[in-house]
């Protein structure tokens, strides 16, 4: 079965800081894509950053970066220089080539909590 | 990016009504759309998966005579949940997928839904 694992239920890092959320999956099937999303207090949910299990190399976005290990099945999120906006809750996901409806199958989220 | 939104934002019924949800693609066409439930604290559950012109498929244990789906352009799906109650209440966010609803595509949430069954 799929499945998506984050083990931080909350994190802080100091303003300006780097931080990494950690994200584990779990799936059979050979063809993923892998995403990150950010809910703040408001309840949206902001697309931050997408990773295809075909991607040769790591993606980047911003001040957003995804450090993939396929063979750990590891996807974290690093957030470089980090800004008091920057917290919220934070959503891993994944999705499943092989289904034609891609729907996501979500973690459980990360909390985090950036000081001044 | 692309834009999706949601109307009501917000919305307090009583129990055993019915409310409406839309939830539309404002810059793109998506075939396939999707609805998530949350409660507080929790991660997002897929409730259904919303395709144009067909029937909806529902997750497992999600009631379709409760929540029922309607998918009736490329721009629009609703989510109307019959004879609400109290346990209904939760926070509704779908989501519409760019590029034709395939497994890796990149998917844009609406700003979701609060519902409060009194």
């Known amino acids: 079965a799929q499945k998506i694992t984050q083990t931080q239920p909350g994190m802080f890092v100091q303003e300006k800081e780097a931080v990494t959320l950690d994200c584990t999956y779990d799936?059979?099937?050979?063809?993923?894509?892998l995403f990150w999303y950010k809910q703040p207090s408001s309840g949206e949910m902001i697309f931050l950053i997408y990773q295809g299990s075909y991607d040769q190399q790591n993606a980047t976005e911003g001040r957003y970066s995804l450090n993939f290990q396929k063979a750990r099945k590891s996807a974290n999120l690093v957030i470089s220089a980090s800004q008091l906006g920057d917290s919220a809750m934070y959503f891993c996901?994944?999705?499943?080539?092989?289904?034609?409806?891609?729907?996501?199958?979500f973690g459980k989220g990360t909390k985090l909590s950036v000081k001044p | 990016g692309a834009v999706v939104s949601q109307h009501p934002s917000r919305v307090i019924c009583k129990s055993g009504t019915s409310v409406k949800i839309e939830c539309r693609s404002l810059d793109f066409q998506a075939t396939t759309m999707f609805w998530y439930r949350q409660f507080p604290k929790q991660s997002l559950m897929l409730m259904a998966t919303?395709?144009?012109?067909?029937?909806?498929?529902?997750e497992q244990g999600v009631e379709k005579d409760k929540f029922l789906i309607n998918h009736a352009s490329l721009t629009l799906s609703t989510l109307t949940v019959t004879s609400a109650h109290p346990e209904d209440s939760s926070f509704y966010i779908c989501?519409?997928?760019?590029?034709?609803?395939?497994?890796?595509?990149?998917?844009?949430f609406g700003p979701g839904t609060r519902l409060t069954v009194l």
């Open positions: 989501s519409a997928g760019v590029g034709g609803g395939l497994g890796t595509d990149t998917q844009y």
């Open positions: 919303s395709n144009e012109g067909s029937k909806a498929t529902y």
């Open positions: 799936t059979s099937d050979p063809s993923y894509g």
């Open positions: 996901a994944m999705s499943l080539r092989e289904s034609s409806q891609g729907n996501l199958i």
